[in-house]
């Protein structure tokens, strides 16, 4: 017997906006049947507001009652927001997500994109995962301490700063060497050196550094352009992606389409002590609410977090919860039950149905 045997697992869940009450339920009725087939005891849910409902009820889309919830947690599920609808001041603040990843130092989002056998992948057999620094960047909402780091002198001109840093630069290059050592062995820089040549060029350059410690690893850079070119055209030729926060999350929108779909790409945020199981795509508010959305990438962004919990409490039951999770979802899309985007006709629930009846089948 481990000492983990009989540990409960404590994780949050927040709904947020447009199709979340759709994907997060989903995502907990998965968790909750691979948990079991894993032989882990039953996980202790704690639903925590975020979003309108939370702009509704406490004057805030991150109220401190979930702030301070979630650091009490060994992890959680965060829906899409649709921040863009809300009413001010709420559009204008840091967003969510954001807030979430500031509050808990989350600085690395890893954003996989994995093509299903018939999952409608522009690029088959793609697999590669996007490392994306998640802390400072080109996204100036993360670079200030009080404030979003964009302003407007006059009502004309607008200026925003973006930040690089070595430490933040190096804890990533580390997150993605490592990952590449798991996976196969390559990691490639994103960059846009030739322009940014500070900023970017100090990116590449600590990248570069941090590689000499990982000889093994086989290592590229291109300008964030170029590789836009080079994920169409040959995405099979990736394996980790190193890039900063804005490059990422628009380079990951394009690598999860490649792969089949935005509906199938997961994330996971981190820092050394904290995780979150994030869909890399928004709220969807195009089909919220009538039961189509694929819920696969909050499916398997929660498998992540079971994933790097299993590594932070050392407890295997988890990644075998977590592989439990990717083999169910792999054979319902094979077997032919697939949500709209993916060329099927399955709604989500009746998805979400048939990936916990796999799980209990196998
Ligand atoms: P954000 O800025 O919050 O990331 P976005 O503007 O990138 O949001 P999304 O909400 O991700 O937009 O939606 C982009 C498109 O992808 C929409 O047409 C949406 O319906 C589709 N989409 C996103 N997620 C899913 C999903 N889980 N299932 C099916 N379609 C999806």
Redesign the pocket.
């Known amino acids: 017997m481990t000492t983990t045997d009989h540990r409960t697992y404590r994780l949050g869940v927040l709904h947020g906006d447009?199709?979340g009450p759709e994907?997060v339920p989903s995502s907990v009725k998965i968790v909750d049947a691979a948990i079991a087939a894993a032989g882990v005891s039953p996980i202790e849910w704690r639903e925590l507001p975020l979003g309108f409902s939370a702009i509704d009820e406490y004057g805030s889309h991150t109220p401190e009652i979930t702030l301070k919830a979630l650091d009490d947690l060994d992890g959680w599920l965060l829906g899409?927001?649709?921040?863009?609808a809300y009413p001010e001041p709420y559009k204008s603040q840091l967003n969510p997500s954001g807030t979430i990843r500031k509050q808990f130092g989350l600085y690395a989002n890893i954003r996989p994109a994995k093509a299903f056998p018939g999952g409608n992948a522009v690029v088959d057999g793609t697999d590669l995962v996007i490392a994306r620094e998640n802390t400072e960047g080109f996204y100036a909402d993360r670079n200030t301490y009080r404030g979003t780091g964009e302003m407007m002198p006059t009502a004309d001109v607008a200026i925003m700063h973006g930040i690089i840093t070595r430490a933040a630069t190096e804890r990533i290059a580390h997150s993605a060497f490592q990952l590449a050592t798991r996976r196969r062995n390559k990691v490639t820089i994103v960059h846009k050196a030739n322009v940014l040549k500070m900023t970017t060029g100090l990116f590449r350059d600590v990248c570069r550094e941090v590689a000499e410690q990982y000889p093994q690893v086989e290592v590229d850079d291109f300008h964030i352009d170029a590789m836009t070119v080079h994920l169409v055209r040959r995405a099979n030729d990736f394996d980790v992606i190193v890039t900063e926060n804005m490059f990422g999350?628009i380079l990951s929108?394009l690598a999860g389409e490649i792969a089949g779909?935005?509906?199938?790409a997961p994330s996971v945020n981190s820092s050394d002590t904290h995780a979150m199981a994030q869909?890399?795509?928004?709220?969807?508010?195009?089909?919220a609410g009538r039961d189509?959305?694929?819920?696969?990438?909050?499916n398997l962004s929660s498998a992540m977090l079971l994933d790097w919990l299993s590594g932070k409490h050392d407890d295997p039951r988890l990644a075998d919860a977590a592989r439990r999770i990717d083999a169910a979802v792999t054979e319902t899309v094979v077997g032919g039950t697939r949500?709209?985007?993916l060329g099927g006709t399955a709604s989500?629930s009746a998805f979400t149905d048939a990936v916990v009846a796999a799980i209990q089948a196998a």
Not at 279 to 287: K, L, M
Not at 292 to 298: S, T
Request: contains cysteine.
């Open positions: 447009g199709i994907i899409p927001h649709d921040s863009a999350d929108d779909s935005l509906g199938i869909a890399s795509h928004g709220s969807a508010p195009d089909i189509v959305a694929n819920p696969i990438a909050m949500t709209r985007d989500c």
